[in-house]
């Protein structure tokens, strides 16, 4: 199972970025996808998951703000980030697990990551 995310970069605060997803291998570990970031100096935070039955769940901190959706054809995801503030910079990573998501976004259960990509609000 190999995981790549792409759509990083650095955006003023108040502006948008769309990140992807793109997951490749047993289809399996595609029943739910989880989005995730690591500030600086801090803990890797859960902020969102998208179930392969159409449920998202999404962190408290993103919520309304971050939009997570699943490709209808192809195996990849996406996150979209409007508003963002400078708070949101972090490392993103996309995760994969084979049950379903539940409410959980920590990350103990999620065992195959991406590599992530840097998104930089200032």
């Known amino acids: 199972v190999q995981l790549v995310e792409s759509g990083g970069g650095s955006v003023q605060a108040g502006g948008s970025l769309r990140l992807s997803c793109a997951l490749s291998?047993?289809?399996?570990?595609?029943?739910?996808v989880g989005w995730f970031r690591q500030a600086p100096g801090k803990e890797r935070e859960g902020i969102a998951n998208?179930?392969?039955?159409?449920?998202?769940f999404y962190a408290q901190s993103v919520k309304g703000r971050f939009t997570a959706s699943k490709d209808k054809v192809d195996a990849t995801w996406q996150l979209q980030m409007n508003s963002l503030r400078p708070e949101d910079t972090g490392m993103y990573y996309c995760a994969a697990r084979t049950a379903y998501c539940g409410y959980t976004l920590q990350e103990r259960h999620y065992p195959f990551w991406g590599q992530g990509t840097q998104v930089t609000v200032s």
């Open positions: 291998g047993a289809t399996d570990y595609s029943k739910c």
């Open positions: 998208v179930d392969m039955t159409g449920k998202i």
